[in-house]
């Protein structure tokens, strides 16, 4: 149902950007957004959208990190710039959809790219 992409390997300060599209078949989706989890935390909110474009970040992202949408494709993305070494982990799309109009919204995640920010 949510296809990522766009992980990779990148140099402290650099920029990436993640997508991740939905697919199959659903009427609407409401919010989207990134979390990300390495070994050595819990998965963590990176940054949502919501299905008018109102957004939420963690504090580390603020500043550095800009989540959008793209109604007409179902696609979620993450820019990511000013990469730090703690940026590194597994990134995960998440998106709350409904297969018909008398269902109710679904909770579906992404596979997971992984980010990885080394010299």
């Known amino acids: 149902q949510l296809q990522a992409s766009g992980g990779g390997l990148v140099q402290p300060g650099g920029s990436l950007r993640l997508s991740c599209a939905a697919s199959g078949s659903f009427v609407s989706i409401n919010t989207m957004g990134w979390y990300r989890q390495n070994p050595e935390k819990q998965r963590e909110t990176v940054a949502v959208?919501?299905?008018?474009?109102?957004?939420n970040y963690a504090d580390s992202v603020k500043g550095r990190f800009t989540v959008s949408r793209d109604n007409a494709k179902n696609t979620v993305y993450l820019q990511m710039n000013s990469l730090k070494l703690e940026d590194t982990a597994v990134y995960y799309c998440n998106a709350y959809l409904r297969r018909s109009s008398l269902d109710y919204y679904r909770n579906y995640w992404g596979q997971g790219t992984q980010v990885t920010v080394s010299s």
């Open positions: 959208i919501d299905s008018g474009g109102l957004t």
